[in-house]
């Protein structure tokens, strides 16, 4: 049942809030997080980390990487499922294994959960599906509560996947040692407002994003570009947006753009740039003005408090107000939008693509 959205797609990104809500209920203590039996796992005494995970969840990984690394100071990799297998992989006893899957049978990332079982690594599992094969082969797992996402583009299970390595990595990072109790404290205060900013996004977003996708929606190929953290993002804009409109796009690294795909920047070319982080934003900076010099179309999603003096963009896009470190959840709302009104424009089947399933059981 649609609710009265004409899509499902919209009426699971109008749930991200709940969901939000529905993760962090009862997790938090005053300065800790409660993650139950996941815990005794986290607090093993790993080498490494290693997440693998197929496509969208493999995009949320991606951004679990940044974040484990940054608060809890453990070295991670990130493994598409499918190549995994076919790669030395240095799984070990000493490794902490993070497999992600909102259907929690994706053939690829089953059998590289198999592969790191074997190699004796201790494997936690974010999933939506309870009672699916990563959920019930895994040591543990995290409940995404997303509730059933029946759009084939993920949604609603990113966020919730984005949200549950925040925690996780946190919490990581509070039983390493490595983040102070005062500051675990503020974070968690943020995260709490966190389903009330989710909710003002879509809300502030959703008429600019219509204006974006009637500007892009005649273009036959779109860029997104990012660094750190906005380069994962970049990913996951570029994917969406293909899969639901059949719009050429890819993602960068902000600064790869000159050593190749530059060339296709012309008059009116679409370019998405995600500078949410604060490190970074000024490098990207560079990088999207040599776009404008060449006529390319910029459409900048940013945070509140990064300021630039100079820019023109054709478009931007300010994040509500929160500290910097929520902004890659937030910045995945207006990407999903513009995804879906600029297929919607394109009058294509959004909530079932063409050649793609929700469920992918071969490899
Ligand atoms: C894209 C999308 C896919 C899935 C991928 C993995 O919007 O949904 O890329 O993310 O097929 O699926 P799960 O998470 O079920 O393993």
Redesign the pocket.
């Known amino acids: 049942d649609k609710q009265g959205y004409d899509h499902f797609m919209l009426k699971e990104i109008n749930e991200q809030p709940d969901v939000a809500r529905r993760i962090m209920a009862d997790r938090f203590t005053e300065s800790d997080i409660d993650l139950g039996d996941i815990e005794e796992i986290l607090a093993g005494d790993y080498k490494k980390v290693m997440i693998t995970?197929?496509?969208?969840?493999y995009h949320s990984g991606l951004i679990g990487r940044f974040l484990i690394e940054e608060f809890a100071d453990i070295p991670v990799e990130v493994e598409v499922a499918s190549e995994l297998r076919y790669k030395k992989n240095f799984i070990d006893k000493n490794t902490l294994m993070i497999v992600?899957?909102?259907?929690?049978?994706?053939a690829d990332?089953l059998a590289a959960l198999r592969l790191a079982k074997e190699k004796g690594a201790r494997v936690v599992a974010l999933t939506n599906s309870i009672g699916s094969s990563v959920d019930r082969e895994s040591d543990a797992s995290f409940q995404l509560m997303a509730g059933p996402e029946i759009s084939?583009?993920?949604t609603k299970?990113y966020v919730a996947m984005v949200l549950v390595f925040y925690l996780l990595s946190l919490k990581l990072g509070k039983l390493n040692d490595n983040i102070s109790e005062a500051r675990l404290k503020e974070l968690i205060d943020d995260l709490k407002r966190l389903p009330y900013r989710i909710q003002e996004t879509i809300s502030e977003f959703a008429e600019i994003s219509k204006e974006i996708a009637e500007a892009i929606k005649e273009y036959r190929s779109v860029f997104f570009i990012g660094r750190n953290i906005d380069y994962a993002l970049a990913l996951e804009g570029a994917?969406?947006l293909k899969?639901i409109s059949y719009i050429h796009a890819e993602a960068h690294p902000a600064g790869e753009l000159k050593h190749g795909s530059l060339a296709l920047i012309e008059d009116g070319v679409p370019v998405f740039a995600i500078t949410t982080r604060e490190k970074v934003a000024k490098k990207t900076l560079s990088n999207i003005e040599e776009v404008m010099a060449r006529g390319g179309q910029v459409n900048l999603i940013t945070a509140k408090n990064i300021e630039y003096d100079k820019i023109e963009v054709d478009n931007k896009l300010v994040l509500p107000e929160i500290d910097n470190i929520w902004s890659s959840v937030l910045a995945a709302i207006p990407l999903q939008l513009i995804s879906y009104y600029t297929a919607l424009e394109l009058g294509r089947n959004i909530d079932k693509p063409r050649n793609l399933a929700k469920?992918?059981t071969v490899e």
């Open positions: 995970a197929c496509g969208t969840a992600v899957s909102q259907s929690g049978e994706t990332t084939v583009a993920s299970a994917l969406k899969e469920s992918v």
